[in-house]
């Protein structure tokens, strides 16, 4: 069994997402009784709007529910759960706990590490390139870097769409052994890459789907390259700065600025749940170190998917999805559609992520927890997800079907 700790993203359904909203916002934290084990029927409304529930009390109130029996089924210390559309109100609430010793309550207002939503920003400083006509989607990533295996055949299309073949570093032993040994030691990309390229190519460039970390790492040292800056000075100027994100960040090492919750992680070699809340995320780099908040994410989830950063045509390249071999899951270039929701998820030690919207509806979704330990070999975001739009957009359940295994990633 893999190691939660080298988990950046489980495949493009093991997210959560969610789609209803109510008026007026909840703010505060949430605490309740535990709620029963089965799940209450969706609450209907005279106006569903496109599949999308108008949000009353009495929806808040069951998706309240909802949210602490998942939490308590998945022991979950805490979580943030925003939900906004035009004309169907809001819905933004904080349960459980930041931090399990002292009892201090999750907030809604405090900033997270978000894994491989960072995949996100590092394609979009990547596209804004294509748009400047400085690289272009089918160059080889053996034009801008050296001694990659298959480099003069995988373009950077095929990299930001999982397509590449390339080992994924993060499933490498020697890897896990040296993150899980010093997890507050920094890692450079070059190194990273030695660890996937000891392995064997999987795959011809192309022929299938399968996620990979190595492919953004390469992504990254692509744009340092092209533009002779840092990536997350790239990120930082070329994209936040234009997007209005002003709570998001690419860390240069550990630091995480204040407020946060604590992360909690399973250690792998004892089972132990472990506080991992300043663990370096060096390890993930351009494939998921960034951190931001519920703000934030709801702002960048419509902005990604609508592509307000992007020329038409290069939006409409990121927005191809291909298969990948669950049912109503595609993904594109850094970004994924799963069941008509557009975004990407994040996973790493202490911290899942996910802010997704839904263009039917006009619908954001932004889910942010203090744990990445798996619940029945499921991802904690997903099971949020699950139970949220079970209620509030059936036409739209995220992810739509359950699971047979979640893959490593």
Not at 29 to 40: D, E, I, T
Not at 246 to 263: D, I, K
Not at 348 to 376: F, I, K
């Amino acid at each position: 069994m893999k190691p939660p700790l080298v988990r950046l993203y489980q495949v493009c359904v093991a997210a959560a997402a969610a789609g209803a909203l109510l008026a007026p916002v909840a703010t505060g934290p949430a605490y309740g009784a535990a709620a029963p084990a089965r799940s209450a029927p969706a609450v209907s409304s005279p106006d569903t709007g496109k599949g999308f529930a108008r949000l009353s009390p009495a929806v808040a109130a069951e998706l309240d529910t909802a949210v602490r029996r998942t939490m308590r089924e998945a022991r979950v210390p805490g979580v943030v759960v925003g939900l906004w559309a035009p004309g169907k109100g809001s819905y933004v609430r904080a349960f459980g706990v930041a931090d399990k010793a002292t009892g201090a309550p999750m907030r809604p207002d405090l900033r997270m590490r978000i894994g491989s939503e960072t995949k996100t920003f590092t394609v979009t400083a990547l596209l804004r390139l294509v748009d400047k006509g400085r690289v272009g989607l089918d160059d080889t990533i053996g034009t801008y870097v050296t001694g990659v295996p298959n480099g003069d055949r995988i373009t950077l299309r095929q990299l930001a769409g999982m397509r590449s073949g390339l080992f994924n570093y993060s499933e490498d032993a020697a890897f896990d052994k040296a993150l899980f040994a010093h997890p507050r030691r920094p890692f450079t990309p070059r190194r990273l890459l030695g660890y996937s390229f000891g392995h064997p190519v999987r795959f011809a460039p192309g022929a299938k789907f399968e996620y990979c970390n190595t492919n953004l790492i390469l992504l990254g040292l692509v744009v340092e390259k092209v533009t002779g800056r840092p990536v997350r000075e790239v990120i930082e100027q070329d994209v936040l700065k234009p997007a209005g994100l002003r709570h998001t960040l690419f860390p240069a090492g550990a630091e995480f600025p204040r407020p946060h919750p604590h992360g909690y992680t399973e250690e792998p070699a004892t089972g132990r749940i472990v506080d991992a809340t300043d663990w370096n995320p060096s390890w993930a780099w351009a494939a998921g170190a960034m951190i931001s908040d519920r703000s934030d994410l709801r702002s960048w989830a419509r902005t990604l998917a609508t592509g307000a950063l992007l020329s038409p045509a290069t939006q409409a390249e990121r927005l191809k999805t291909l298969p990948t071999g669950i049912p109503d899951a595609g993904y594109g270039l850094g970004v994924f559609d799963v069941n008509g929701w557009i975004g990407h998820n994040g996973s790493l030690p202490g911290y899942e992520s996910l802010a997704v919207y839904l263009p039917e509806a006009r619908a954001t979704m932004v889910v942010l927890l203090n744990t990445d330990v798996l619940h029945a070999g499921q991802e904690p975001s997903t099971l949020f997800g699950q139970a949220v739009t079970r209620i509030v957009s059936p036409g739209h359940v995220y992810p739509g079907h359950k699971l047979s295994a979640t893959p490593s990633g």
